[in-house]
């Protein structure tokens, strides 16, 4: 049998993927729930689009385990990778519930509720995370555990675990980072303004030290894509598959057009996909952005990832923001797809952008006001740059137009992706998962106050004004 499971693992790394699909069926016959053929398995059906089946299968997994608390939290890191996260959250409940306890455990659950919008569930995971000793340096518990409520009082006990872990000069940079963002937010709900601009400025210089921006790569990477060709004639169009592309700055109010949209039954919210970032960079190491056929597997590889294995639907969100990079291998790839650029006042985006704590080192410009405007003007004129060359529709979305007339908005956006007329909800529920910076802020009600809120921080934060 373990000559069987090595033989199905070199297959998958030679991207053998059916006879090692094949192989681990047949393993599993004999051996249901083997512990390792299981999870190779699960990774074969994510890497295939399958990723209810892939989730599942973890599940039983994790479920035949004994819900043993460090195998949930990896089935349920995997499930929550896959976007399932109702099922993920459900396992973690169910291994808590049978006592199998622990700290990481508590926070995985408290994210995966947090993502669902249940704020007071993923409190209450935080808080036992804490009360069991949880590593802050490895957590960073305390900075989600601020995007849980909006506070109202600087008494409230909360304020005292930020200061302390943001003050300690033994925990690291990151940590101290993030703590230091979520203590700001708790600031600005307070309406303490000078406090939330003074830690933003502390935090911002740790998470620059931690993880640092080169304004001069990004420059060079800017000029190679404003030189790229692609393909001059478009692929063939899908009438039966159109991917919907929310792109913008960071903070722009991306998400915001995205849940608003997702209300209705003929579309699926993908989230952030990282399947284009992925696809452009191989195409383009392998000088193949004019190779129609490379240009057909790529457009496959994406619509497999967008469509996934739930009910087929004709519109897919993908909201990833740094898809604007890519807007000609959109227009290349899928001639059928809409593209929605949202815009925001750059003084409102830049302190969104520099009030937030981002993981991924593409956000590396955020935690520095002069590379944040280096970035906008960059994102600007890239998006000028496709906009004179492709030939794809791009509807532009300014966020205080979502603000002042959320309902004739949403109309205007309905009508030019081609949705039909429906009678769903346009406000994002706890059953759909959002795991992007905006957490948060998309679950609150639409208010005028996100709309020239840079003025509060202007005599504390005087560079906003140039922006």
């Given at each position: 049998m373990a000559e069987r499971f090595r033989s199905a693992q070199t297959l998958w790394q030679q991207g053998q993927v059916e006879p090692a699909r094949a192989l681990l069926d047949d393993i599993l016959a004999v051996h249901p729930m083997h512990p390792e053929a299981v999870?190779?398995?699960?990774?074969?059906?994510?890497?295939?689009?399958?990723?209810?089946?892939?989730?599942?299968?973890?599940?039983?997994?994790?479920?035949?385990?004994?819900?043993?608390?460090?195998?949930?939290?990896?089935?349920?890191?995997?499930?929550?990778?896959?976007?399932?996260?109702r099922l993920a959250a459900t396992v973690c409940e169910e291994a808590l519930a049978s006592g199998k306890v622990s700290a990481e455990l508590h926070v995985l659950a408290g994210n995966l509720a947090r993502e669902l919008g249940e704020f007071d569930r993923a409190r209450a995971h935080y808080i036992a995370a804490l009360e069991a000793g949880v590593d802050l340096d490895a957590s960073f518990v305390l900075g989600a555990l601020a995007a849980t409520r909006r506070y109202t009082d600087r008494a409230d006990p909360d304020f005292a675990r930020f200061i302390a872990q943001f003050e300690n000069p033994a925990a690291s940079l990151h940590a101290r980072a993030v703590t230091g963002f979520g203590l700001a937010k708790a600031?600005?709900?307070?309406?303490?303004?000078?406090?939330?601009?003074?830690?933003?400025?502390?935090?911002?210089?740790?998470?620059?030290?931690?993880?640092?921006?080169s304004r001069e790569a990004w420059a060079h990477w800017l000029e190679a894509r404003l030189r790229a060709r692609t393909l001059e004639t478009p692929l063939p169009p899908a009438p039966d598959f159109v991917p919907i592309f929310i792109v913008?700055?960071?903070?722009?109010?991306?998400?915001?057009?995205a849940t608003r949209l997702?209300?209705?039954?003929?579309?699926?919210?993908?989230?952030?996909?990282?399947?284009?970032?992925?696809?452009?960079?191989?195409?383009?190491?392998?000088?193949?952005?004019?190779?129609?056929?490379?240009?057909?597997?790529?457009?496959?590889?994406?619509?497999?990832?967008?469509?996934?294995?739930?009910?087929?639907?004709?519109?897919?969100?993908?909201?990833?923001?740094?898809?604007?990079?890519?807007?000609?291998?959109?227009?290349?790839?899928?001639?059928?797809?809409?593209?929605?650029?949202?815009?925001?006042?750059?003084?409102?985006?830049?302190?969104?952008?520099w009030s937030q704590s981002f993981a991924h080192p593409q956000y590396g410009f955020a935690s520095d006001l002069d590379d944040i405007a280096d970035f906008i003007r960059s994102h600007d004129r890239l998006m000028q740059h496709w906009q004179q060359r492709l030939r794809v529709p791009v509807h532009s979305?300014?966020?205080?137009?979502?603000?002042?007339?959320?309902?004739?908005?949403?109309?205007?956006?309905?009508?030019?992706?081609?949705?039909?007329?429906?009678?769903?909800?346009?406000?994002?529920?706890?059953?759909?998962?959002?795991?992007?910076?905006?957490?948060?802020?998309?679950?609150?009600?639409?208010?005028?106050?996100?709309?020239?809120?840079?003025?509060?921080?202007?005599?504390?934060v005087p560079e906003l004004e140039r922006f």
């Open positions: 999870p190779l398995l699960a990774r074969l059906l994510q890497s295939q689009g399958e990723l209810n089946a892939a989730s599942q299968l973890m599940a039983e997994l994790c479920r035949h385990s004994g819900l043993e608390a460090a195998i949930t939290v990896d089935c349920a890191r995997f499930i929550q990778q896959c976007q399932r996260q600031y600005d709900d307070i309406g303490d303004h000078a406090h939330a601009a003074q830690t933003l400025r502390t935090a911002n210089r740790l998470s620059k030290q931690a993880q640092p921006w913008g700055l960071p903070r722009s109010g991306t998400t915001l057009a997702a209300g209705h039954p003929d579309l699926r919210d993908r989230g952030e996909l990282p399947m284009l970032d992925f696809i452009a960079e191989r195409l383009q190491s392998a000088n193949l952005l004019r190779d129609a056929g490379a240009l057909r597997q790529a457009a496959e590889l994406y619509r497999v990832h967008a469509v996934q294995d739930d009910p087929r639907v004709r519109w897919y969100i993908d909201k990833n923001p740094n898809n604007f990079r890519y807007l000609d291998l959109i227009a290349a790839l899928f001639p059928q797809a809409r593209i929605i650029h949202c815009r925001r006042d750059p003084r409102d985006t830049a302190l969104s952008i979305l300014d966020y205080e137009a979502m603000v002042a007339d959320p309902e004739s908005t949403l109309g205007t956006l309905r009508d030019f992706v081609g949705l039909p007329a429906s009678a769903a909800k346009a406000t994002p529920s706890a059953t759909t998962a959002i795991s992007s910076a905006s957490v948060w802020q998309a679950r609150q009600p639409i208010y005028a106050t996100s709309v020239g809120r840079w003025k509060n921080y202007l005599p504390y």
